[in-house]
């Protein structure tokens, strides 16, 4: 038996235990949990997180490895992060030790130390400072980088150069050639302060927001903040951002995607005169790893996220706000199935800081915990300054000719705004030329060879492209199945509607936004900058124009074909077009112009559509809630869904027949109800067939204890060796 004490340490991976190590020969000290340490493992070499020392192990002395490398000088998680992320795991039935890996950036997933670098800035020379940016017309990107340095007296961080200009790094090369410029290492993201920019007034209704929810700093509360539209959201967060920096705290910003975060940013800085630090997918592996690090070690007070930003370790977090708090890209939906707005709320209790919950159209969980008590409920109702809600109307269409989607009477309102020189968006929530080609002689449709779906056409790449698995190939000439060269697209992507845009319009700039268009680094922010200057009279994109934009100018909205997202599946399917509806009208008429909202549809009876016009979202979310609670589905009940795929069709099923068949011998009576198994919505996807369980419970704690066991059952059914199976607890989606 060795008398040296056990290194217990997650490793990422499948395996759902910790791995006993002895500490490195060279090392006289034993490193603290949360530290990182290059391990032997198999024939590889990996980084692992100690997670506790034990004074023995179950395996036998002889065969213990040893660790071969402390990587850390002190921990990178404190006791009260791995418990935070043991609960995660714990709670969603996922390894610890991928829990663990996932809130590590990519960089400190590998078996090398961590290495935080102060951050490079720029700023003017003398010589720089003589330059009039006006006359560098023939070099537009130096022009840019000039004047974004001289609001920037002090010096300018690269990475926001990077946000603003895109990548520049040969432009500010040569700028430091011709000595206009000069680099300097700051002491960290927070060392130079600029001068901030004055508040804005609050009305009544902020002013309550930002004070109930200060009374709650130093401990947990939760709050949802519900506000309409143009009513000042942002402005209650600036206002706490404020009160809690000057206490020399941190704040943990999350958002939902990353093109919400170029406005947020540039707001948040002249306003508070400090940098914010991102995280987020779009940054190299190094500035993410930088970026962490600054948030680890305090340096970063102000950290603006993605989901994953959630697990972050922040010493003296003392607030967290998530902006569209409904928004379903804060669920991760594959691997670690995590809701992020959920752990938030478990995060900020255990921290403890108040969590602040922001939607103009909150989810019926968020909702329904306001309705409990749990929540505090605090409104915004109306737009702030002279801005009134738009008019919504519904546009009946079933006896119009269309023109690539737009009918005669749109047609008429978007030309009548163009004339007084306002800005319209079309919002159409599908990227691509046509959803379906086919063939006018025989009837031929261009199916994806691994999926039960259609492929779309993009016509600009010549390619046929299924926007579920990826797979893509050459858009034919001629239909594979009779040689007829009459291929026809049918209905109508984002792409095809401009084109229809630029006929009926020639003189008019277009701006598309969308998956297509937006995927260069950079290119979003440059197309924001461009609308908000009206560059572009016509606002065309998919749902990514719904969130957070602030486009004073534009007074018509017209929303092109939500007729798609009225009959779902999923009973979720209501509740998300509602919100993608409201989001979308809020667009319009947010300065001192009315706005007007058009919605085409073929029916115009349907009564999710008449309660969203007649009486707004929080009517339709009453009745919502109401039909939830008669069904008793959530947030009246709690879910888990396991899912199982194959290459073989009757494998999945198969293996979720016996896991049902496990899982109700170990239930007590009545306590769960077992829904299926059945194919999912689209069984073939990616090559391989997949199928659903659904578990139910009006009782979270019992699922829970019952899952614990379930999930043990699992792995030792037989046939869960010949599928891929996956638990997803509190599902949003039921793909």
């Known amino acids: ?147 974004s340095l001289q609001t920037h007296p002090a010096g300018q961080l690269e990475s926001e150069l990077f946000e603003r200009c895109g990548n520049c790094k040969t432009v500010l090369r040569n700028l ?66 404020e009160q809690t920096l000057d206490t020399h705290g941190q704040v943990l910003v999350l958002v939902p995607e990353i093109g919400l975060t170029p406005q947020l940013v540039r707001r948040f800085e002249r306003r508070l005169g400090r940098p914010v630090t991102l995280l987020h997918s779009n940054l190299s592996q190094g500035e993410r790893e930088q970026a962490w690090l600054a948030a680890n070690r305090g340096s970063a007070q102000i950290l603006v996220g993605t989901r994953s930003a959630i697990f972050t370790p922040i010493p003296n977090l003392q607030l967290i706000i998530l902006d569209e708090e409904h928004d379903i890209s804060f669920k991760q939906q594959e691997g670690f199935r995590y809701s992020a707005r959920d752990l938030a709320i478990v995060r900020a209790q255990r921290q403890p800081c108040p969590v602040l919950l922001g939607s103009a159209t909150p989810s019926l969980e968020s909702l329904h915990n306001a309705q409990q008590g749990r929540y505090l409920h605090l409104h915004l109702p109306e737009r702030v300054g002279s801005a009134v809600p738009p008019r919504i109307s519904l546009l009946d269409i079933r006896s119009s000719r269309l023109d690539g989607g737009l009918s005669p009477a749109l047609l008429k309102q978007v030309r009548a705004t163009l004339q007084r020189q306002e800005q319209v968006i079309l919002f159409l929530n599908r990227r691509g030329y046509a959803p379906v080609i086919t063939c006018h002689a025989c009837g031929w449709l261009a199916d994806c060879p691994r999926c039960d779906a259609r492929m779309t056409l993009h016509l600009k790449s010549h390619l046929l492209w299924c926007h579920h698995c990826g797979h893509q190939h050459a858009t034919p000439e001629r239909c594979p199945s009779c040689e007829s060269p009459d291929l026809r697209p049918l209905g109508q992507g984002t792409e095809r509607l401009e084109g229809v845009l630029n006929q009926h319009f020639p003189d008019i700039p277009v701006a598309r936004i969308d998956r297509d268009t937006t995927s260069r680094k950079g290119s979003l922010e440059k197309l924001l900058k461009a609308i908000a200057a009206d560059d572009f009279p016509i606002i065309l994109g998919t749902q990514m124009l719904a969130k957070g934009h602030h486009f004073p100018n534009v007074t018509l909205v017209g929303l092109i074909d939500v007729d798609q997202g009225l009959f779902g599946a999923d009973y979720r399917a209501p509740e998300r077009m509602a919100q993608l509806i409201t989001q979308v009208a809020g667009r319009a008429g947010r300065a001192d112009k009315p706005g007007h909202v058009l919605i085409q549809t073929r029916h115009p009876d349907h009564p999710l559509l008449t309660a969203l016009v007649q009486e707004g979202y929080p009517a339709f979310a009453r009745d919502a809630l109401l039909e939830r609670r008669q069904a008793q589905l959530p947030p009246y009940s709690y879910q888990v869904l396991l899912r199982a795929e194959s290459t073989k069709s009757d494998d999945p099923t198969a293996f979720l027949e016996h896991a049902s068949a496990a899982g109700q011998q170990i239930t007590p009576a009545g306590a769960l109800d077992f829904w299926g198994p059945v194919p999912a919505p689209m069984e073939r996807r990616a090559g391989k067939f997949h199928a659903h369980l659904l578990v139910q419970s009006p009782d979270r704690a019992t699922l829970q204890r019952w899952l614990k066991h379930w999930v043990e059952r699992l792995s030792e059914l037989p046939s869960a060796k010949r599928v891929r199976w996956s638990l997803d607890v509190d599902p949003q989606e039921m793909l």
């Open 1 to 147: 038996m060795s008398s040296e004490p056990i290194l217990r340490i997650a490793l990422p991976g499948p395996l759902r235990l910790l791995f006993d190590y002895l500490p490195p020969h060279d090392h006289d000290l034993i490193p603290l949990p949360g530290t990182r340490l290059a391990v032997p493992f198999g024939r590889t070499k990996r980084c692992g997180v100690l997670i506790e020392i034990v004074p023995r192990s179950q395996l036998p002395a002889e065969r213990l490895k040893r660790a071969t490398a402390i990587l850390d000088s002190s921990p990178l998680f404190t006791a009260a992060d791995l418990k935070f992320l043991h609960w995660a795991s714990h709670y969603y039935q996922h390894p610890f030790g991928d829990v663990i890996f996932h809130a590590l950036p990519v960089r400190l997933r590998k078996p090398l130390p961590a290495k935080q670098v102060l951050p490079t800035a720029w700023r003017l020379t003398p010589k720089g400072r003589s330059i009039d940016p006006t006359t560098l017309s023939r070099a537009p990107r130096q022009a840019a980088i000039l004047r």
């Open 176 to 241: 430091q050639q011709k000595t206009w410029i000069e680099s300097l290492r700051t002491e960290s993201p927070q060392a130079k302060r600029q001068q901030s920019s004055s508040a804005h007034e609050l009305n009544q209704d902020q002013a309550l927001a930002v004070k109930q929810t200060r009374r709650f700093l130093g401990q947990f509360k939760a709050v949802l903040l519900e506000g309409v539209t143009g009513s000042g959201k942002t402005e209650v967060y600036l206002h706490l951002l």
